[in-house]
């Protein structure tokens, strides 16, 4: 199921940067290849076209990623790190440490 949804999220990604980049911030882009307007998709079809898919895109990827993380089971995580359970597997041994402050050490500096 998740890896459905990742790629359901990719496919999305890619086809609503393919539509943005077809697009023309003046009007223009696949739009200005068309003069006619007799033809089936004209000029002005095309643009609803793009806005209306570049709309229809991006909600279905917001939906795609909050059921994307709605399905993530969180229940079932054993570890927290491999660091955490290395540290949990260490020996118990004291540690000895040397003395320092106000002792004197025979022969050293004074």
């Given at each position: 199921?998740?890896?459905?949804?990742?790629?359901?999220?990719?496919?999305?990604?890619?086809?609503?940067?393919?539509i943005?980049?077809?697009?023309?911030?003046?009007?223009?882009?696949?739009?200005?290849?068309?003069?006619?307007s007799?033809?089936?998709?004209?000029?002005?079809?095309?643009?609803?076209?793009?806005?209306?898919?570049?709309?229809?895109?991006?909600?279905?990827?917001?939906?795609?990623?909050?059921?994307?993380?709605?399905?993530?089971?969180?229940?079932?995580?054993?570890?927290?790190?491999?660091?955490?359970?290395?540290?949990?597997?260490?020996?118990?041994?004291?540690?000895?440490?040397?003395?320092?402050?106000?002792?004197?050490?025979?022969?050293g500096?004074?």
């Amino acid at each position: 199921m998740a890896v459905l949804i990742n790629v359901l999220i990719i496919l999305a990604s890619i086809l609503l940067i393919l539509i943005v980049l077809v697009q023309n911030s003046k009007g223009g882009g696949l739009a200005s290849n068309f003069s006619a307007s007799n033809q089936v998709m004209g000029v002005r079809k095309t643009t609803d076209f793009l806005e209306k898919a570049t709309w229809g895109l991006a909600i279905a990827l917001v939906l795609f990623c909050l059921v994307s993380t709605m399905s993530i089971d969180r229940g079932t995580v054993k570890h927290k790190s491999a660091i955490e359970d290395e540290l949990k597997n260490q020996p118990k041994v004291p540690m000895n440490m040397p003395a320092t402050g106000g002792q004197k050490v025979p022969g050293g500096a004074k």
